[in-house]
Protein backbone atom coordinates (compact mmCIF):
# COMPACT_ATOMS: atom_id res chain seq x y z
CA UNK A 1 0.00 0.00 0.00
CA UNK A 2 1.18 3.55 -0.57
CA UNK A 3 1.93 5.57 2.11
CA UNK A 4 -0.05 8.45 3.27
CA UNK A 5 0.69 12.20 2.25
CA UNK A 6 2.14 14.12 5.29
CA UNK A 7 0.15 16.23 6.55
CA UNK A 8 1.06 20.22 5.31
CA UNK A 9 -0.04 21.28 9.18
CA UNK A 10 -2.54 23.32 11.09
CA UNK A 11 -3.13 26.09 8.95
CA UNK A 12 -3.43 29.60 10.65
CA UNK A 13 -7.01 30.88 11.65
CA UNK A 14 -8.15 33.71 9.25
CA UNK A 15 -9.53 35.24 12.10
CA UNK A 16 -7.91 34.22 15.37
CA UNK A 17 -8.62 36.92 17.44
CA UNK A 18 -12.61 36.55 17.08
CA UNK A 19 -14.17 34.71 19.90
CA UNK A 20 -15.69 30.87 19.38
CA UNK A 21 -19.12 30.81 18.56
CA UNK A 22 -21.31 28.10 20.49
CA UNK A 23 -22.68 25.77 17.69
CA UNK A 24 -26.32 25.53 19.47
CA UNK A 25 -27.18 29.04 17.70
CA UNK A 26 -28.66 29.46 14.41
CA UNK A 27 -26.74 30.50 11.07
CA UNK A 28 -28.18 34.29 10.88
CA UNK A 29 -26.68 34.84 14.29
CA UNK A 30 -23.16 34.37 13.85
CA UNK A 31 -23.27 35.96 10.49
CA UNK A 32 -24.87 38.90 11.93
CA UNK A 33 -22.21 38.71 14.68
CA UNK A 34 -19.77 39.08 12.28
CA UNK A 35 -20.76 41.88 10.13
CA UNK A 36 -20.78 43.74 13.59
CA UNK A 37 -16.64 42.54 14.40
CA UNK A 38 -16.18 43.90 11.32
CA UNK A 39 -17.28 47.25 11.76
CA UNK A 40 -16.13 47.37 15.07
CA UNK A 41 -12.17 47.09 13.66
CA UNK A 42 -10.43 49.75 12.84
CA UNK A 43 -10.35 51.38 9.11
CA UNK A 44 -7.22 50.88 7.15
CA UNK A 45 -6.64 51.88 3.45
CA UNK A 46 -5.48 48.70 2.19
CA UNK A 47 -8.24 47.47 3.18
CA UNK A 48 -10.39 48.86 0.54
CA UNK A 49 -11.25 47.37 -2.57
CA UNK A 50 -9.17 48.92 -5.13
CA UNK A 51 -11.15 50.73 -7.99
CA UNK A 52 -10.68 50.69 -11.90
CA UNK A 53 -8.92 53.34 -13.66
CA UNK A 54 -11.53 54.97 -14.63
CA UNK A 55 -13.43 56.08 -11.29
CA UNK A 56 -10.08 57.18 -10.11
CA UNK A 57 -10.52 60.81 -10.19
CA UNK A 58 -10.27 63.37 -8.04
CA UNK A 59 -11.50 67.06 -9.30
CA UNK A 60 -9.94 68.89 -6.33
CA UNK A 61 -6.64 67.41 -7.47
CA UNK A 62 -6.73 67.68 -11.00
CA UNK A 63 -3.70 70.50 -11.51
CA UNK A 64 -0.49 69.39 -10.84
CA UNK A 65 0.78 71.28 -7.69
CA UNK A 66 2.54 74.71 -8.56
CA UNK A 67 6.58 74.44 -8.01
CA UNK A 68 7.39 77.67 -10.06
CA UNK A 69 8.64 81.07 -7.72
CA UNK A 70 6.88 82.12 -4.81
CA UNK A 71 6.26 85.46 -5.98
CA UNK A 72 4.32 84.02 -8.55
CA UNK A 73 2.09 81.61 -6.60
CA UNK A 74 -0.70 83.78 -5.91
CA UNK A 75 -0.72 85.75 -9.15
CA UNK A 76 -3.08 84.31 -11.67
CA UNK A 77 -2.06 82.23 -14.29
CA UNK A 78 1.33 82.13 -12.36
CA UNK A 79 2.45 84.75 -14.87
CA UNK A 80 4.98 87.75 -14.82
CA UNK A 81 2.87 89.30 -17.47
CA UNK A 82 -0.21 89.67 -15.32
CA UNK A 83 1.89 90.68 -12.47
CA UNK A 84 3.10 93.53 -14.29
CA UNK A 85 -0.37 94.30 -15.64
CA UNK A 86 -1.57 94.61 -12.87
CA UNK A 87 1.30 96.99 -11.50
CA UNK A 88 1.00 99.20 -14.25
CA UNK A 89 -3.14 99.42 -13.42
CA UNK A 90 -1.96 100.29 -9.63
CA UNK A 91 -0.12 102.94 -11.26
CA UNK A 92 -2.65 104.68 -13.65
CA UNK A 93 -5.44 104.39 -11.09
CA UNK A 94 -3.06 106.49 -8.06
CA UNK A 95 -1.99 108.94 -10.59
CA UNK A 96 -5.92 109.63 -11.88
CA UNK A 97 -6.64 109.73 -7.91
CA UNK A 98 -4.09 112.01 -6.60
CA UNK A 99 -4.18 113.77 -9.73
CA UNK A 100 -0.02 113.99 -10.30
CA UNK A 101 -0.82 113.80 -14.26
CA UNK A 102 0.34 110.36 -15.05
CA UNK A 103 0.01 108.94 -18.87
CA UNK A 104 -3.28 111.05 -19.38
CA UNK A 105 -6.86 109.60 -20.47
CA UNK A 106 -5.58 108.68 -23.69
CA UNK A 107 -2.45 106.71 -22.09
CA UNK A 108 -4.83 104.94 -19.41
CA UNK A 109 -7.29 103.88 -21.63
CA UNK A 110 -4.11 102.22 -24.38
CA UNK A 111 -3.08 101.03 -20.94
CA UNK A 112 -6.65 99.30 -20.26
CA UNK A 113 -7.06 97.65 -22.98
CA UNK A 114 -3.32 96.54 -23.70
CA UNK A 115 -3.32 94.91 -20.00
CA UNK A 116 -6.97 93.10 -20.62
CA UNK A 117 -5.33 91.63 -24.36
CA UNK A 118 -2.09 90.55 -22.29
CA UNK A 119 -3.96 89.11 -19.66
CA UNK A 120 -6.43 87.23 -21.94
CA UNK A 121 -3.21 85.68 -23.60
CA UNK A 122 -2.06 84.45 -20.24
CA UNK A 123 -5.06 82.97 -19.13
CA UNK A 124 -5.91 81.13 -21.83
CA UNK A 125 -1.87 79.55 -22.14
CA UNK A 126 -2.69 78.66 -18.51
CA UNK A 127 -6.28 77.12 -19.46
CA UNK A 128 -7.78 79.65 -16.66
CA UNK A 129 -11.02 81.48 -17.39
CA UNK A 130 -12.39 79.84 -20.84
CA UNK A 131 -15.24 82.19 -20.96
CA UNK A 132 -13.61 85.34 -20.67
CA UNK A 133 -10.72 84.00 -22.74
CA UNK A 134 -13.73 82.13 -25.79
CA UNK A 135 -14.91 86.28 -26.11
CA UNK A 136 -12.02 88.06 -27.11
CA UNK A 137 -11.78 88.27 -30.83
CA UNK A 138 -9.22 85.84 -32.14
CA UNK A 139 -6.88 88.45 -33.85
CA UNK A 140 -6.08 89.54 -30.11
CA UNK A 141 -4.86 86.12 -28.97
CA UNK A 142 -1.92 86.37 -32.05
CA UNK A 143 1.55 86.86 -30.93
CA UNK A 144 1.39 90.10 -33.13
CA UNK A 145 -1.01 91.45 -31.07
CA UNK A 146 1.23 90.76 -27.93
CA UNK A 147 3.98 92.25 -29.65
CA UNK A 148 1.87 94.91 -30.45
CA UNK A 149 0.33 95.50 -26.77
CA UNK A 150 3.51 95.36 -25.04
CA UNK A 151 4.86 97.97 -27.40
CA UNK A 152 2.50 100.54 -26.32
CA UNK A 153 3.00 99.69 -22.63
CA UNK A 154 6.75 100.49 -22.95
CA UNK A 155 5.63 103.52 -25.37
CA UNK A 156 3.82 104.96 -22.00
CA UNK A 157 6.08 104.01 -19.69
CA UNK A 158 8.89 106.03 -21.88
CA UNK A 159 5.76 109.17 -21.41
CA UNK A 160 5.59 108.46 -17.38
CA UNK A 161 9.38 108.94 -16.66
CA UNK A 162 9.94 111.42 -14.05
CA UNK A 163 10.68 111.78 -10.31
CA UNK A 164 8.28 110.26 -8.29
CA UNK A 165 6.99 106.79 -6.91
CA UNK A 166 4.44 106.56 -9.38
CA UNK A 167 6.48 106.89 -12.29
CA UNK A 168 8.74 104.59 -10.96
CA UNK A 169 5.83 101.79 -10.35
CA UNK A 170 4.74 102.17 -13.73
CA UNK A 171 8.27 101.42 -15.29
CA UNK A 172 8.30 98.20 -13.01
CA UNK A 173 5.04 97.13 -14.40
CA UNK A 174 5.91 97.68 -17.85
CA UNK A 175 9.43 96.07 -17.52
CA UNK A 176 8.11 92.58 -15.84
CA UNK A 177 5.49 92.86 -18.80
CA UNK A 178 8.33 93.29 -21.71
CA UNK A 179 11.12 90.95 -19.69
CA UNK A 180 8.41 87.85 -19.79
CA UNK A 181 6.78 89.12 -23.66
CA UNK A 182 10.23 89.42 -25.20
CA UNK A 183 10.87 85.85 -24.14
CA UNK A 184 7.49 84.18 -24.99
CA UNK A 185 6.77 86.45 -28.36
CA UNK A 186 9.25 87.99 -29.40
CA UNK A 187 12.54 85.93 -29.37
CA UNK A 188 13.42 82.57 -30.62
CA UNK A 189 12.53 81.59 -34.16
CA UNK A 190 8.96 81.71 -34.50
CA UNK A 191 8.65 84.77 -32.92
CA UNK A 192 7.59 88.01 -33.70
CA UNK A 193 11.46 88.94 -33.45
CA UNK A 194 12.14 87.29 -36.64
CA UNK A 195 10.21 89.79 -38.93
CA UNK A 196 12.42 92.62 -38.21
CA UNK A 197 16.28 93.62 -38.70
CA UNK A 198 17.17 96.29 -36.66
CA UNK A 199 20.69 96.54 -37.58
CA UNK A 200 19.08 98.23 -40.92
CA UNK A 201 18.73 101.52 -38.88
CA UNK A 202 22.19 102.15 -38.43
CA UNK A 203 22.60 102.16 -42.20
CA UNK A 204 22.29 105.47 -44.08
CA UNK A 205 19.53 106.57 -44.81
CA UNK A 206 17.63 105.01 -41.69
CA UNK A 207 20.16 106.52 -39.46
CA UNK A 208 18.88 109.86 -40.05
CA UNK A 209 15.29 108.91 -39.48
CA UNK A 210 16.65 106.89 -35.91
CA UNK A 211 18.80 110.27 -35.10
CA UNK A 212 15.36 112.43 -35.98
CA UNK A 213 13.03 110.06 -33.81
CA UNK A 214 15.51 110.03 -30.39
CA UNK A 215 15.81 114.20 -30.98
CA UNK A 216 12.08 114.58 -30.79
CA UNK A 217 11.37 112.25 -28.07
CA UNK A 218 14.01 113.64 -25.90
CA UNK A 219 12.26 116.99 -27.20
CA UNK A 220 9.45 116.14 -25.36
CA UNK A 221 10.89 116.53 -22.23
CA UNK A 222 11.65 120.48 -22.58
CA UNK A 223 9.57 122.90 -21.53
CA UNK A 224 7.03 123.76 -24.12
CA UNK A 225 4.93 126.34 -22.43
CA UNK A 226 4.35 128.07 -19.13
CA UNK A 227 1.03 127.94 -16.67
CA UNK A 228 0.14 130.65 -14.01
CA UNK A 229 -0.56 128.78 -10.84
CA UNK A 230 -1.31 132.46 -9.04
CA UNK A 231 -4.71 131.86 -7.70
CA UNK A 232 -5.18 135.87 -7.06
CA UNK A 233 -7.72 137.03 -9.43
CA UNK A 234 -7.96 140.13 -7.80
CA UNK A 235 -5.40 143.18 -9.09
CA UNK A 236 -3.29 144.66 -6.90
CA UNK A 237 -4.79 147.96 -6.56
CA UNK A 238 -8.53 146.60 -6.12
CA UNK A 239 -10.57 148.35 -3.93
CA UNK A 240 -11.36 146.97 -0.35
CA UNK A 241 -14.44 145.47 0.10
CA UNK A 242 -17.65 147.57 1.46
CA UNK A 243 -15.14 150.31 1.94
CA UNK A 244 -15.41 153.95 0.35
CA UNK A 245 -14.00 154.20 -2.93
CA UNK A 246 -11.46 156.49 -1.90
CA UNK A 247 -9.89 153.92 -0.35
CA UNK A 248 -7.62 151.81 -2.04
CA UNK A 249 -4.62 149.34 -1.52
CA UNK A 250 -1.16 150.71 -1.99
CA UNK A 251 0.28 149.24 -5.33
CA UNK A 252 3.53 147.34 -4.29
CA UNK A 253 5.77 145.23 -6.14
CA UNK A 254 5.93 141.77 -4.28
CA UNK A 255 9.30 140.18 -4.87
CA UNK A 256 8.87 137.61 -7.02
CA UNK A 257 11.94 135.21 -6.00
CA UNK A 258 10.35 135.28 -2.54
CA UNK A 259 8.88 131.60 -2.14
CA UNK A 260 6.46 133.10 0.91
CA UNK A 261 4.93 135.17 -0.92
CA UNK A 262 4.98 134.03 -4.53
CA UNK A 263 5.79 130.39 -5.00
CA UNK A 264 8.05 130.59 -7.11
CA UNK A 265 6.68 133.46 -9.39
CA UNK A 266 3.20 131.46 -9.86
CA UNK A 267 4.74 130.07 -12.80
CA UNK A 268 5.93 126.70 -14.26
CA UNK A 269 7.15 124.78 -17.39
CA UNK A 270 4.75 121.92 -19.11
CA UNK A 271 6.33 119.46 -21.02
CA UNK A 272 5.79 118.04 -24.04
CA UNK A 273 4.45 115.31 -22.58
CA UNK A 274 2.04 117.19 -20.69
CA UNK A 275 -0.10 118.61 -23.71
CA UNK A 276 -2.70 116.63 -25.36
CA UNK A 277 -2.12 114.04 -27.79
CA UNK A 278 1.54 113.81 -27.17
CA UNK A 279 1.30 110.05 -26.78
CA UNK A 280 -0.28 109.46 -30.63
CA UNK A 281 2.63 111.25 -31.81
CA UNK A 282 5.02 109.18 -29.96
CA UNK A 283 3.55 105.87 -31.06
CA UNK A 284 3.35 107.41 -34.41
CA UNK A 285 7.13 108.31 -35.09
CA UNK A 286 7.57 104.71 -32.96
CA UNK A 287 5.89 103.19 -35.91
CA UNK A 288 7.93 104.82 -38.17
CA UNK A 289 11.33 102.87 -36.85
CA UNK A 290 9.56 100.06 -36.60
CA UNK A 291 8.63 99.56 -40.21
CA UNK A 292 11.80 101.03 -41.20
CA UNK A 293 13.65 97.44 -39.55
CA UNK A 294 11.07 95.80 -41.46
CA UNK A 295 13.07 92.55 -43.37
CA UNK A 296 12.56 93.29 -47.54
CA UNK A 297 10.93 89.45 -47.69
CA UNK A 298 8.37 90.37 -45.04
CA UNK A 299 5.03 91.09 -47.07
CA UNK A 300 3.24 94.32 -45.77
CA UNK A 301 0.14 96.44 -47.16
CA UNK A 302 0.40 98.81 -50.02
CA UNK A 303 -0.66 102.05 -47.71
CA UNK A 304 2.22 101.47 -45.63
CA UNK A 305 4.22 103.06 -47.75
CA UNK A 306 2.75 106.53 -46.49
CA UNK A 307 2.90 105.81 -43.02
CA UNK A 308 6.54 107.72 -42.46
CA UNK A 309 4.32 110.73 -44.39
CA UNK A 310 1.57 110.86 -42.14
CA UNK A 311 3.37 110.47 -39.12
CA UNK A 312 5.40 113.60 -39.90
CA UNK A 313 2.40 115.58 -40.93
CA UNK A 314 0.67 114.38 -37.69
CA UNK A 315 3.67 115.53 -35.52
CA UNK A 316 4.28 118.84 -37.81
CA UNK A 317 0.53 119.40 -36.55
CA UNK A 318 1.32 118.80 -33.48
CA UNK A 319 4.46 121.14 -33.18
CA UNK A 320 2.60 123.83 -35.01
CA UNK A 321 -0.48 123.78 -32.83
CA UNK A 322 1.70 124.17 -29.28
CA UNK A 323 4.36 126.50 -30.91
CA UNK A 324 6.08 128.56 -28.43
CA UNK A 325 9.49 130.26 -28.27
CA UNK A 326 10.83 127.62 -26.11
CA UNK A 327 13.56 125.16 -26.71
CA UNK A 328 11.27 122.56 -26.64
CA UNK A 329 9.34 123.24 -29.99
CA UNK A 330 12.24 123.99 -32.13
CA UNK A 331 14.30 120.66 -30.58
CA UNK A 332 11.41 118.89 -31.86
CA UNK A 333 11.03 120.03 -35.43
CA UNK A 334 14.83 120.09 -35.70
CA UNK A 335 14.65 116.32 -35.13
CA UNK A 336 11.21 115.83 -37.38
CA UNK A 337 12.79 117.55 -40.16
CA UNK A 338 15.45 114.29 -40.50
CA UNK A 339 12.54 112.03 -40.11
CA UNK A 340 10.42 113.67 -43.12
CA UNK A 341 13.85 113.23 -45.23
CA UNK A 342 13.34 109.59 -44.42
CA UNK A 343 10.20 109.34 -45.08
CA UNK A 344 10.38 110.96 -48.65
CA UNK A 345 13.13 108.77 -49.54
CA UNK A 346 10.93 105.67 -48.32
CA UNK A 347 7.71 107.23 -50.45
CA UNK A 348 10.52 107.30 -53.75
CA UNK A 349 11.69 103.84 -53.19
CA UNK A 350 8.15 102.41 -52.57
CA UNK A 351 7.30 103.92 -55.77
CA UNK A 352 10.38 102.90 -57.68
CA UNK A 353 9.96 99.31 -56.74
CA UNK A 354 5.87 99.58 -57.98
CA UNK A 355 7.22 101.28 -61.45
CA UNK A 356 9.95 98.68 -61.78
CA UNK A 357 7.79 95.33 -62.50
CA UNK A 358 5.99 97.87 -65.09
CA UNK A 359 8.86 98.87 -67.04
CA UNK A 360 10.50 95.38 -67.82
CA UNK A 361 6.60 93.95 -69.06
CA UNK A 362 6.81 97.22 -71.18
CA UNK A 363 10.29 96.36 -72.74
CA UNK A 364 9.74 92.62 -73.30
CA UNK A 365 6.37 93.88 -74.99
CA UNK A 366 8.62 96.16 -77.72
CA UNK A 367 11.69 93.43 -78.24
CA UNK A 368 8.61 90.61 -79.02
CA UNK A 369 6.90 92.82 -81.57
CA UNK A 370 10.54 93.50 -82.98
Same mark, same amino acid.
Given at each position: ?????????????????????????????????????????????????????????????????????????????????????????????????????????????????????????????????????????????? =???????? @?? $??? !? *? #??? %???? &??????????????????????????????????????????????????????????????????????????????????????????????????????????????? =???????? @?? $??? !? *? #??? %???? &?????????????????????????????????????????????????????????????????????????
Amino acid at each position: MPEPPKGTGARPSLRASRPQRNLEEPAYAADILDEADEHSRPYVASDAPERPPEDQTDPGQSAPPYDGPKWLAHVPAHSPTVLGVIVVGCAVVLSALLSSGGVGLLGSLLAVVSGTVLCARELRAAEQSPGFTERMPAVLMT =PEAAATTT @AV $LVA !L *A #LRS %LSLG &VLPLLMVAGVGLVAHDQYRKVIAGADGVGAYFEPRQLLAMPRLVGLGGVAVCLLALFAPWGTVNLNLDVVPGNAPVPQGPPELRVIATQRPTDDMLYSYGGGVTHLRGWDL =PASVVVEL @AL $LAV !L *A #LLA %LRPE &VERPSWTRYLPAGAVALALAFAGLNMRLLPGPFVFVFGLGAVGFVAVQHLRAARAAELAPRYDESEDETEEVG
